[in-house]
C-alpha cells in the first residue's frame, strides 16, 4: 500500500525556520520525482517545489526560491523542504506529491501525481 506522510510542521515566527518530511512506502521512491504543494485558507493549490527522482534537478515557485531547499534521501525514502526565512504568507497546508514520471516533466500539472500525503500545517505567525 503506497503512502506518504508528511511531518515537521508548526507554529514559527517571522524569519524562522522550518523542515518537513515526507515518508514514503509501497512503491520504488528512487524512480520518482517527488513535489512539494501547499494550500492558503481561501486560495487554489500551489506547486512549491519539485526534485527529480536521483535528485539531480530541483525547481522551485519564484515566492520561495533563494528560502526553500528540496531534497531528498533515497536510502531512506524521504523527500524534505527545508524553509528558512519563513513569512506569514508561506502560512498553509503543505503536501508532498508523487509525480508519474522520474523527471520534473509536466510538474506544474496536478494531473503529473498519482499520490498525495494528508497534509501538515505551517503557520508563521508572530
Known amino acids: 500500500q503506497l503512502q506518504l506522510v508528511e511531518s515537521g510542521g508548526g507554529l514559527v515566527q517571522p524569519g524562522g525556520s522550518l523542515r518537513l518530511s515526507c515518508a514514503a512506502s509501497?512503491?520504488?521512491?528512487?524512480?520518482?520525482?517527488m513535489s512539494w504543494y501547499r494550500q492558503a485558507p481561501g486560495k487554489e493549490r500551489e506547486l512549491v517545489a519539485t526534485?527529480?527522482?536521483?535528485?539531480?534537478?530541483?525547481n522551485y515557485a519564484d515566492s520561495v526560491k533563494g528560502r526553500f531547499t528540496i531534497s531528498r534521501d533515497n536510502a531512506k525514502n524521504t523527500v524534505y523542504l527545508q524553509m528558512n526565512s519563513l513569512k506569514p504568507e508561506d502560512t498553509a497546508v503543505y503536501y508532498c506529491?508523487?509525480?508519474?514520471?522520474?523527471?520534473?516533466?509536466?510538474?506544474?500539472?496536478?494531473?503529473?501525481?498519482?499520490?498525495w500525503g494528508q497534509g501538515t500545517q505551517v503557520t508563521v505567525s508572530s
Open positions: 526534485i527529480s527522482s536521483a535528485g539531480g534537478t530541483t
Open positions: 506529491a508523487k509525480s508519474r514520471f522520474s523527471s520534473s516533466y509536466q510538474r506544474d500539472r496536478e494531473r503529473t501525481y498519482d499520490y
Open positions: 509501497g512503491f520504488t521512491f528512487s524512480s520518482y520525482a
